[in-house]
């Protein structure tokens, strides 16, 4: 019998942490009487977000104005590692990491590691493809590419690495003049 008891609550438990599904927004139409002319009107309430899931009004991404770098994220024999690792840009160039071999790799960068100041430009600079903040998607396939303007960004040091194989090594710096 307290087999039974047992199976029943561990069902009760299971069904319960189950049962949450996928959280509808709220319905936004809004009905409106005028009762002077007893008409009624709908109107739909809304709001909107960039890709990316950031705010209207928040940082727009820089536009590239300078040059372009290529850099090449590679997984092999040899190890993780991104081509160059090490590499300086000028404000409003560009980086382009390219998938080459041992994907997934993605770009990102340590919130923790960059200037308060600089992070929502940084990040509005990665684009909408992006899995978090200052950090790009993955990108498995050879030939895919995360691109990231360096316009409207202070000089300085930026450690940047791929998230998946941080723990082997693959990271690297842009110094930016």
């Keep these: 019998m307290r087999f039974y008891g047992f199976a029943v609550a561990v069902g009760v438990i299971t069904l319960g942490a189950c049962a949450g599904g996928e959280k509808k927004p709220a319905d936004t139409t809004h009905v409106a ?18 890709p990316g899931g950031t705010a209207p009004g928040s940082v727009a991404a820089a536009p590239v104005t300078g040059a372009s770098h ?5 997984g ?31 770009v990102a960068f340590d919130p923790a590691t ?4 600089v992070r929502a430009q940084l990040d509005a600079n990665m684009g909408t493809d992006k899995m978090g903040e200052l950090s790009s998607a ?12 360096f316009g409207k960004i202070k000089p300085g040091v930026y450690p940047y690495h791929c998230t998946p194989h941080l723990a082997l090594g693959m990271k690297g710096v842009i110094t930016v003049q």
């Design 70 to 74: 290529e850099v090449k994220m590679v």
């Design 114 to 117: 960059i200037p308060a100041d």
């Design 33 to 50: 009487v005028d009762t002077s002319t007893s008409s009624a009107s709908t109107t739909t309430a809304s709001t909107t977000t960039t």
């Design 76 to 106: 092999d024999a040899k190890g993780y590692r991104f081509e160059p690792a090490n590499f300086t840009v000028k404000a409003g160039d560009a980086a382009k990491f390219v998938v080459v071999t041992g994907g997934p790799h993605n």
């Design 138 to 149: 993955l990108k498995t396939n050879p030939g895919e590419s995360v691109t990231v303007s």
